[in-house]
């Protein structure tokens, strides 16, 4: 038995597609295309980024969701939220939403905004059999309430989810057990992140450029690249001379039988059947 930690290479590169949802929205969906339809738990991961305000002014008005997770974590720009149960508020820069919609919201994602930069990221995550009727549950939190920490030279590690270094991120009570981190290296910085070996994950890049994966295997992963996890207990990161930022994101996968209709996502095709009529009958 090897004594060794096995580390993660960076099994596929994959750059995101433009395209537009909500009314008009302009963003790049890096999970959730042909090329990368999804990467159990994960079923989407759009970027939105842009200081022209008609890419984003229509936001994105009600629609309903069940049967999975959306999480909005922002970078620039405010967005306001709202459902069909009477929950509303602000996101404001820095701060993220983890929103369970379990049996069914009808919501709305609007920018509070006319002018100025917009920029975050929405990722899906699936919920197993067990999770998909239950009530909708919110958690969200304002910039001062994720932790940030140093975990060495040159390493800012801003915890939404998941643990490092005796730290944990506020988000809990989520099956797939996630681990949702914002990096920030200095230029030239190394990062080793303990990563549990039952988790799947990738880390898009944002930010200046790094190398990622074990000595004798590393890749070069850019500006506006996902690179897919290969399986290990731990990632290395090495920074370009710019520096880096980007997001590393990891979960256990359900490796359950996934029926996608457009908002719903559940395990079969009657239960998407049973979602639409739920839904024109009012009970989200
Ligand atoms: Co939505």
Redesign the pocket.
Known sequence: MSLTTRSRTIARLQRGQETRDGDGVKLTRIIGTPMLPALDPFLMLDEFGSDEPTDYVGG?PD?P?RGFE?VSYMLAGRMRHGDNHGHSGVLGPGSVQWMSAGRGIV?S?MPEQEEGLMWGFQLWVNLPASDKMKPARYQEFAPESLPVITAGEGVQVKIIAGELQGVRGPIEGVATQPVYWDVTLAPGARFTAPLPATHQGFIYVFGGDLVAGPEDARKPVGRSWLGVLGEGEELELVAGTEGARLILVAGVPLNEPVARYGPFVMNTQEEIQQAFVDYREGRF
């Open positions: 994105f629609h969701h959306t919501h994602e």
